[in-house]
Nanobody, 124 residues
Framework: QVQLVESGGGLVQPGGSLRLSCAASGFTFDYYGMGWFRQAPGKEREGVACIANSDGLTHYANSVKGRFTISRDNAKNTVYLQMNSLKPEDTVVYYC?????????????????WGQGTQVTVSS
C-alpha cells in the first residue's frame, strides 16, 4: 500500500522557517521523482519544487526560488522541503507527490501518488 505522509507544518511568523518532511512507503522510493505542491482554498494546486529520483536535479516555481530547497534521502525514503523567509502568501496546504518520471516537472498530471497534505500558516 502506497503511503506518503507529510509532517512539519504549523504556524510561523513572517520571515521564519519551516521544514516539511514526507515519508514514503509501499513503493521503490529511489525509482520515483518527488514533488511538493500547494493549494489554497478555491484555487488550483500549484507546483512548488521537484527533485529527480537519483541525481538531485531540482526545479522550483519562480515564487519560491531562492527561499525554498527540496532535498531527499533515499536511505530514509523521505523528501524534504526547507522553507525560509516565509511570507503570508505561503499560507496554504502543502502536499508531497511521487511520479514515475525520473526527472519530473511541476505538473500535477505527472504524479501518481499524493499525500494528505500539511497546513502551513505564516502570520504574526
Amino acid at each position: 500500500q502506497v503511503q506518503l505522509v507529510e509532517s512539519g507544518g504549523g504556524l510561523v511568523q513572517p520571515g521564519g522557517s519551516l521544514r516539511l518532511s514526507c515519508a514514503a512507503s509501499g513503493f521503490t522510493f529511489d525509482y520515483y521523482g518527488m514533488g511538493w505542491f500547494r493549494q489554497a482554498p478555491g484555487k488550483e494546486r500549484e507546483g512548488v519544487a521537484c527533485i529527480a529520483n537519483s541525481d538531485g536535479l531540482t526545479h522550483y516555481a519562480n515564487s519560491v526560488k531562492g527561499r525554498f530547497t527540496i532535498s531527499r534521502d533515499n536511505a530514509k525514503n523521505t523528501v524534504y522541503l526547507q522553507m525560509n523567509s516565509l511570507k503570508p502568501e505561503d499560507t496554504v496546504v502543502y502536499y508531497c507527490a511521487a511520479t514515475t518520471y525520473s526527472f519530473p516537472l511541476l505538473t500535477t498530471d505527472e504524479y501518481d501518488y499524493w499525500g494528505q497534505g500539511t497546513q502551513v500558516t505564516v502570520s504574526s
